[in-house]
């Protein structure tokens, strides 16, 4: 059964540092990873998706990797603004269930002035 | 614009009713899917549809029903079963569901009066 975890839960930082946000899942059989930004009360956005056969995606700040063997993506925010604060989640979806996202916990990101 | 409209953003239900929130999408996706989320328990999904006319119970449908009459629309209600509905619910759609992006919905709130 898959499962995905995210730590750390909270993370503050002083704007203009650069961050690494994590993702682990359990089962390294994945098409896909995909990171979602939510702002307090809003839906979900789309950051970035990682094909199973890819490494890294890049958008603007934002770097996500993927290490499938080791179950492991990262999301890299470089430059980071009061802005980017945010919960952000990693998900990955189930190919025999509809390709339902089984998510992460989320980590919430305040940025500070 | 392209996207996912849901709506009301606000929802109250008294005890014994039945309510339904709106999910309609313009981007001429397949599959659409209803999650709902809840502090501290992130995003689990209820009830999933990959073509009209059928649609497949998620983890967690018990006191939920669907219909997916038209590929844009997919409404999702929730009945008088539903003994905890207050959360926030998501809907999601994607044409490629493990390979391609799950675009999301604003949400709507319900609450219980």
Redesign the interface.
């Given at each position: 059964k898959q499962e995905v975890t995210q730590i750390p839960a909270a993370l503050s930082v002083p704007e203009g540092e650069n961050l690494v946000l994590n993702c682990s899942f359990t089962d390294s059989a994945i098409y896909n990873l995909q990171w979602f930004r939510q702002d307090p009360g809003k839906g979900l956005t789309s950051l970035l998706l990682i094909q199973s056969s890819q490494r890294e995606q890049t958008s603007g700040r934002l770097n996500a990797s993927l290490d499938k063997s080791s179950g492991r993506s990262t999301l890299y925010i470089a430059a980071s603004q009061p802005g980017d604060s945010a919960t952000y989640l990693c998900a990955v979806p189930i190919y025999n269930q509809g390709g339902k996202l089984i998510f992460g916990q989320g980590t919430e990101l305040s940025v500070k002035p | 614009d392209g996207g996912i409209t849901?709506s009301p953003k606000y929802l109250f239900r008294k005890e014994g009713q039945n309510v339904t929130l709106s999910c309609e999408q313009n981007l001429n996706h397949d599959?659409m899917?209803w999650?709902r989320q809840d502090p501290?328990q992130?995003?689990r999904?209820i009830y999933?549809s990959?073509i009209v006319n059928d649609f497949?119970k998620?983890d967690i449908a018990e006191g939920y029903s669907v219909s997916r009459e038209k590929k844009e629309s997919f409404p999702l209600t929730v009945t008088s079963a539903q003994k905890n509905p207050t959360a926030?619910y998501?809907c999601?759609s994607?044409n490629?569901?493990?390979?391609?992006?799950?675009?999301?919905?604003?949400?709507t709130?319900l609450s219980v009066l």
């Open positions: - | 849901q599959a899917y999650y501290g992130g995003l999904l999933y990959q497949q998620g926030f998501l999601a994607t490629g569901p493990s390979k391609n992006i799950q675009y999301f919905g604003a949400g709130r």
